[in-house]
């Protein structure tokens, strides 16, 4: 199998595929989503609530975030490997930021990272770029500024509809490869890649993007709670799992787990 690229991506836009994009944080589901065709994995710092328990992802460090990338870098054939630069380990300076690039390449295996931010991200993105990073930007609500972005809205309703525009096109122009468009009106989502040459991936921006992203976790029903409006489910994995841990239990209190059969 022939691995997913940058170019792949670029090649899928002109010729009006769409593309797939799962988040994935450990072996397992690197293996299912690269077999079932999956083009990207995310090991996204949305691990800080999906896999360490945290309740945003601004406390997930770098440190944290690198061996869950070597696992899912290891297990995937096809798929690229995206690794997401944590809050804090790149806004400071585009030299931190390289540094800490280099780290998910060099250590975590990644083919590329995904940053936050649009105009003011610029200089990061084109050093990164420079350096042999591929960089996949993500722009309109992004979470690790949720408290200068007052919460979790939408962004580019009415007149700030502009700044989506001018941030993707300042991070094509920087040298993005692609950008992720999260809770973006479908109209200026639809406007924005029609407008750009490269990908656009959206999560709450609607179909008019060139490709869309979930965590799997929300998408396929394992965690539980309030779900944004933009998830669909999948699956019923909670349940499936919950099931299967009851009737291990059940079994295991009654006597009839181990069996003869499991028995040496
Ligand atoms: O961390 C993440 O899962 C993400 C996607 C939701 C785009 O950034
Ligand atoms: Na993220």
């Keep these: 199998v022939r691995r997913v690229r940058t170019h792949h991506l670029a090649e899928m836009k002109q010729r009006g595929e769409r593309i797939t994009m799962l988040t994935s944080y450990d072996m397992y589901t690197a293996e299912v989503f690269d077999e079932a065709g999956i083009d ?8 800080s609530n999906n896999v360490y328990g945290n309740e945003t992802s601004l406390p997930v460090t770098v440190d944290e975030l690198l061996p869950l990338t ?4 290891r297990s995937a054939r096809r798929a690229m490997v995206l690794g997401d630069l944590p809050f804090g ?3 400071a300076s585009p030299e931190q930021a390289y540094l800490t690039a280099a780290r998910f390449m060099k250590e975590g295996g990644a083919h590329a ?10 200089p990061v993105v084109e050093r990164l770029t420079r350096g042999g990073i591929p960089v996949c930007a993500h722009i309109g609500f992004t979470p690790q500024s ?7 809205r939408v962004q580019g309703r009415g007149e700030s509809a502009e700044r989506v525009l001018r941030d993707a096109h300042a991070v094509q122009e920087a040298g993005a490869f692609a950008v992720v468009m999260e809770m973006v009106p479908g109209d200026v989502a639809t406007q924005v890649s029609q407008e750009l040459a490269i990908p656009t991936i959206g999560i709450g921006a609607g ?4 490709g869309q992203v979930l965590v799997w976790q929300d998408a396929f029903g394992l965690r539980t709670g309030r779900m944004p409006r933009f ?3 999948y699956a019923d994995l909670r349940g499936t799992l919950a099931g299967a841990a009851r009737a291990y239990a059940d079994d295991v209190r009654a006597g009839t787990f181990p ?5 040496f």
């Design 113 to 122: 990272v995904k940053l936050e931010g649009g105009a003011e991200m610029a």
């Design 259 to 263: 069996g003869p059969e499991h028995t």
């Design 70 to 73: 070597r696992a899912v870098a």
């Design 89 to 91: 380990s790149y806004q």
């Design 146 to 152: 949720e408290h200068t972005l007052g919460g979790y």
């Design 231 to 233: 998830v669909k489910q």
């Design 40 to 47: 990207v994995l995310l090991v996204g710092d949305s691990a």
């Design 207 to 210: 179909v008019g993007c060139d």
